[in-house]
């Protein structure tokens, strides 16, 4: 970060501005108008709302990743200073700008990776929101930062919270901190105690129908899957270089708890708080110290138990594949990334079932020849063939 940036406002980069992690991120920001500036807003195609708030926030720049949506976006942003850019090389020149001092990575999906890795070479304090890139480049994302002198603060609630309750910087060091094992925290979704007689007919609607949390419908229907947090595991094994038979997922339906680190003396430490984005949000913002971020004190009284139990990886075979892939390594969570993508868009446009998208990923998977990981190139090109095996499934399976 450059040196001067305690003396002015920090200019943040916000990558997927329209989602539920950057409005939320822009909540905070707004709060703390003297330590943060809006520099940059990106989207994929939602031209009114970024317009919207363009017009808000002014950003220098603003970026829409379809072409066709940036030229509506320049016409409704006539007159104003904001420049519009387009394409992945908009997203990456916002991400790695001289001026920028924070990006918060927050797209959703595999059209994250790039600018995201933008960022980490130009040294960036990057806020993690996006899964996809560690799972599919965990190796070469985690080389970028170091390699750049990025700073890399994890944003899922989870992940945040383990970093919190880490020894001070030790992320990517677990086995120096006299770690035994992580917990990961999961509310269990939806249909935690659904039969799997149940979970045949489960809707989309009935999918996006969350509990706890007001997420995405692409990670909302992974919470209900459980992919959402065997991505997560494969996520923490990069962040705190944590072997597999070191992360436990334990379900936690009140996800009040956002997750646990067992030390090798006995103790357990525990993040507790709210489920709101906005804390680990402020947290990644703020870090070292930290500010409010909106969110309501925590009442336990209220609340009055804490209830755990295992998952079900019978009814919910997708954390099993994601364990299944971190063992086996090099492009196989690529592959199980992009096999996951597909299946979860067709299954909210009513072309395959709730229990077809494990059935789709492991379809490709089995099909897939794994390879080390060499480059983000390579990493592409294994994106769209699992991308091109997994509508081919999904095609013979609905014939």
């Not at 001067?4 to 108008?33: E, F, K, M, Y």
């Not at 020149?93 to 001289?98: G, I, L, N, R, S």
């Not at 390579?378 to 499934?393: H, K």
Request: glycine letters at 8%; hydrophobic letters at 45%; aromatic letters at 6%.
């Amino acid at each position: 970060m450059p040196s001067n940036a305690a003396s002015r406002p920090q200019n943040v980069t916000i990558l997927g501005a329209t989602g539920t992690i950057g409005l939320n991120t822009l909540d905070v920001i707004a709060r703390h108008p003297g330590q943060y500036r809006v520099f940059a807003l990106t989207a994929n195609s939602r031209v009114a709302e970024l317009a919207a708030l363009c017009q808000q926030y002014q950003p220098r720049f603003a970026v829409m990743l379809d072409a066709d949506a940036a030229e509506n976006l320049q016409t409704l942003l006539a007159g104003s200073d904001t420049v519009v850019l387009s394409g992945l090389a908009g997203l990456e020149q916002v991400a790695a700008h001289p001026e920028v001092d924070v990006v918060m990575a927050a797209i959703v999906g595999a059209a994250g990776l790039k600018p995201a890795m933008a960022a980490a070479q130009a040294g960036k304090r990057i806020l993690l929101a996006n899964k996809e890139t560690l799972v599919m480049a965990g190796s070469l994302f985690m080389q970028a930062v170091q390699a750049g002198g990025a700073t890399l603060l994890p944003i899922d609630s989870e992940h945040n919270a383990i970093f919190q309750v880490m020894p001070p910087g030790r992320l990517a060091h677990l086995q120096d901190g006299g770690v035994r094992r992580i917990l990961l925290t999961a509310s269990g979704g939806p249909f935690r105690k659904a039969s799997a007689e149940e979970l045949k007919a489960v809707t989309p609607a009935q999918a996006l129908n969350h509990p706890n949390w007001v997420m995405g419908p692409k990670i909302t229907i992974d919470s209900a899957t459980l992919m959402n947090k065997g991505l997560e595991v494969i996520e923490a094994h990069w962040l705190f270089n944590a072997p597999a038979d070191k992360i436990e997922v334990v379900v936690h339906p009140q996800s009040v708890i956002h997750s646990m680190v067992e030390y090798v003396d006995g103790s357990v430490l525990a993040q507790l708080g709210n489920p709101d984005m906005r804390t680990p949000i402020a947290y990644g913002l703020a870090y070292p110290q930290r500010i409010d971020a909106g969110v309501g004190s925590l009442d336990l009284f209220k609340i009055a138990r804490l209830d755990f139990e295992a998952p079900d990886s019978v009814r919910f075979p997708c954390l099993r594949l994601a364990f299944d892939v971190l063992k086996q390594g090099g492009t196989a969570p690529a592959i199980l990334n992009a096999a996951n993508e597909v299946a979860v868009d067709a299954f909210l446009k009513g072309a395959i079932g709730f229990q077809d998208i494990p059935r789709l990923i492991e379809g490709v998977l089995e099909a897939s020849t794994i390879t080390p990981v060499t480059s983000i190139a390579q990493l592409v090109e294994v994106d769209q063939q699992a991308r091109l095996q997994a509508q081919e499934w999904r095609q013979l399976e609905t014939c």
